[in-house]
């Protein structure tokens, strides 16, 4: 939803439940005062998107979250994420019902209350987001072994009592793949990318949007804080890995952009689980049947063609002034390796 549509009580709400980490966590203990039937229901086969932003996260989770098999966080449960439980009876005699609106991004996407979001990074932010998140960077996050059991629970606490399986959309579970893998040995792990001079042009162009959007709204700043969305704008916060140096080139260049799409997809390629699903937006685009038949079958699902309703798009090609042809260069060999790891369309 637009930040813009909150009202004085429901941000005064979000910045005592979002802003506060001791509150976020009294919930998450609230929650299980009361435990719900089903939060011990051996569901194991969840799905895990996450890339960096603007290479089709959004699209692949919502096309999971339409087979009606999976759970996921949505607006209505907001601001108390960490408490799903409970908050999910309490806010029963209250819900709302709006039509849906495109969100801030400006890319024809449209959300409502039920829409499934990326809420699950408020879980990590508020119980270890000094291990990964620092004053001008994100790094890996090296989770001990208590707070993947941490995790577990609260993801069974999501899911309990519908029957359904766990559906995440996470860009910052890049930094915790591993973490991913054995908290649910059978999940189903899927790594978007897209061309990277697009991608590129395209976080630039959120980045501007969002800063604008920042300078005159302190509450979409601060939400997007509250959330752990540092992807663009002035909340921006850049991967930085453990064997790179951080960029000299400031976030208005687009060679800036270059680079965090070559160091983070670089880093996938070597660190991420080795039975990771790669997936490529343009084979999205280009072949969406034979594209999502290969990850609906890794995750054990029937593709209905018929609902597809030309949901990926290709967005028109954009150029951009100042390319260094040596970063362009090096971005491209590394996505011709992505491609080759990514299984084809058949």
């Given at each position: 939803m637009e930040?813009?549509?909150?009202?004085?009580?429901?941000r005064l709400?979000?910045?005592?439940?979002?802003?506060?980490?001791?509150?976020?966590?009294?919930?998450?203990?609230l929650d299980?005062?009361f435990?719900?039937?089903?939060?011990?229901?051996?569901?194991?086969?969840?799905?895990?998107?996450?890339?960096?932003?603007?290479?089709?996260?959004?699209?692949?989770?919502?096309?999971?979250?339409?087979?009606?098999?999976?759970r996921s966080?949505?607006?209505r449960d907001?601001?108390?994420?960490?408490?799903?439980?409970v908050?999910?009876?309490?806010?029963k005699s209250?819900?709302?019902?709006?039509?849906?609106?495109e969100?801030?991004?400006?890319?024809?996407?449209y959300?409502d209350f039920?829409?499934?979001?990326?809420f699950?990074?408020?879980?990590?932010?508020?119980?270890?987001?000094?291990?990964?998140?620092?004053d001008?960077?994100?790094?890996?996050?090296?989770?001990?072994?208590?707070?993947?059991e941490?995790?577990?629970?609260?993801?069974r606490r999501?899911?309990?009592?519908s029957?359904?399986?766990?559906?995440?959309?996470?860009?910052?579970?890049?930094?915790?793949?591993?973490a991913?893998?054995k908290a649910?040995p059978?999940?189903?792990?899927?790594?978007?990318?897209?061309?990277?001079?697009?991608?590129?042009?395209?976080?630039l162009n959120?980045?501007?949007k969002?800063?604008?959007?920042?300078s005159?709204?302190?509450?979409s700043?601060?939400?997007?804080c509250?959330?752990?969305?540092?992807?663009?704008?002035m909340?921006?916060?850049p991967?930085?890995?453990?064997?790179?140096?951080?960029?000299?080139?400031?976030?208005?260049?687009i060679n800036?952009?270059?680079?965090?799409?070559?160091?983070t997809?670089?880093?996938?390629?070597?660190n991420a689980?080795?039975?990771?699903?790669?997936?490529?937006?343009?084979?999205?685009?280009?072949?969406?049947?034979?594209?999502?038949?290969?990850?609906?079958d890794s995750?054990?699902?029937?593709?209905?063609?018929?609902r597809?309703?030309?949901?990926?798009?290709?967005?028109?090609?954009?150029?951009?002034?100042?390319?260094?042809?040596n970063?362009?260069?090096?971005?491209?060999?590394?996505y011709?390796?992505l491609r080759?790891?990514?299984?084809?369309p058949?």
């Amino acid at each position: 939803m637009e930040t813009s549509d909150y009202s004085f009580g429901d941000r005064l709400l979000h910045l005592m439940v979002l802003g506060v980490p001791f509150i976020s966590k009294v919930s998450f203990e609230l929650d299980g005062l009361f435990p719900n039937k089903g939060e011990d229901y051996p569901v194991e086969k969840h799905v895990f998107v996450s890339g960096l932003a603007r290479a089709g996260t959004t699209i692949l989770m919502r096309t999971f979250f339409k087979t009606g098999q999976f759970r996921s966080l949505t607006y209505r449960d907001m601001p108390f994420v960490l408490m799903p439980g409970v908050w999910k009876k309490l806010s029963k005699s209250f819900h709302k019902h709006e039509d849906a609106k495109e969100r801030a991004h400006g890319d024809g996407i449209y959300v409502d209350f039920d829409s499934p979001e990326a809420f699950e990074e408020v879980f990590w932010r508020t119980f270890s987001g000094d291990d990964y998140i620092f004053d001008n960077c994100l790094r890996p996050h090296h989770v001990s072994n208590e707070l993947i059991e941490q995790f577990r629970l609260y993801v069974r606490r999501i899911i309990a009592s519908s029957s359904k399986r766990y559906l995440s959309k996470n860009n910052n579970n890049i930094l915790r793949l591993g973490a991913i893998r054995k908290a649910f040995p059978d999940s189903v792990i899927i790594v978007p990318f897209r061309e990277p001079l697009q991608h590129a042009i395209s976080l630039l162009n959120q980045h501007k949007k969002f800063c604008d959007r920042h300078s005159i709204d302190k509450f979409s700043y601060n939400y997007m804080c509250w959330l752990g969305h540092h992807e663009f704008g002035m909340t921006h916060k850049p991967f930085q890995f453990e064997k790179e140096t951080r960029s000299s080139l400031e976030a208005d260049n687009i060679n800036y952009w270059l680079n965090i799409w070559i160091n983070t997809y670089s880093y996938l390629l070597n660190n991420a689980p080795s039975d990771s699903l790669f997936v490529c937006f343009e084979d999205l685009c280009e072949s969406p049947v034979e594209t999502l038949r290969c990850l609906f079958d890794s995750a054990e699902l029937s593709l209905d063609e018929d609902r597809l309703n030309d949901t990926f798009n290709a967005p028109p090609t954009k150029d951009a002034d100042g390319i260094d042809e040596n970063i362009r260069n090096q971005a491209q060999g590394i996505y011709q390796d992505l491609r080759a790891r990514a299984k084809p369309p058949s």
